[in-house]
């Protein structure tokens, strides 16, 4: 009997420790978290909620965050589509910066080849582009692989000139 005492004693104040430890202060009550605006609400002057000029809470502000935005460099992607243009886009995601494509046989050459391209960064930088080439029999050799990689940065650099933003 004793003991059941003394493990329900150990059991109860443990449970008060793990609930002391939740947290100091209550949370604050925040009023913009429970506004909602859209269509005629978001035009009126009295936005219940939220002050005029502010920017609301309509669910599409997930999509117009900071953290939403493409972060690939948009001349080693248009680069990359042109360079390898012989090449059948299998799929291609802007938002990741991954190209992959299927079997294809470049113009004057006897070879298919594929390619997977990753613009991992938005600077227009050797770093941000990594190319892996590869034929039927395997992966193609580093030469190869370093000339295409070449050819995308050089046309990278041609489209920045271009458009005027050196």
Not at 90 to 104: H, L, N
């Amino acid at each position: 009997m004793m003991l059941l005492s003394l493990n329900r004693a150990v059991i109860a104040i443990a449970g008060l420790g793990m609930l002391a430890a939740c947290g100091d202060e209550p949370p604050k009550f925040d009023p913009k978290a429970v506004a909602v605006e859209s269509g005629r609400e978001a035009k009126g002057p009295a936005r219940v909620g939220v002050a005029p000029g502010e920017p609301g809470g309509s669910i599409l502000e997930i999509f117009r965050g900071k953290d939403a935005g493409v972060k690939v460099n948009r001349h080693l992607w248009t680069a990359s589509l042109q360079v390898l243009d012989f090449l059948p886009i299998q799929s291609a995601d802007p938002f990741t910066g991954v190209i992959s494509t299927g079997y294809g046989v470049p113009p004057g050459g006897g070879r298919a080849y594929r390619a997977t391209i990753l613009i991992s960064d938005p600077a227009l930088d050797a770093r941000s582009l990594n190319v892996a080439l590869a034929t039927q029999s395997g992966p193609v050799d580093a030469g190869t692989q370093r000339a295409v990689e070449d050819a995308i940065l050089s046309r990278a650099r041609q489209l920045r000139i271009q458009s005027g933003k050196y």
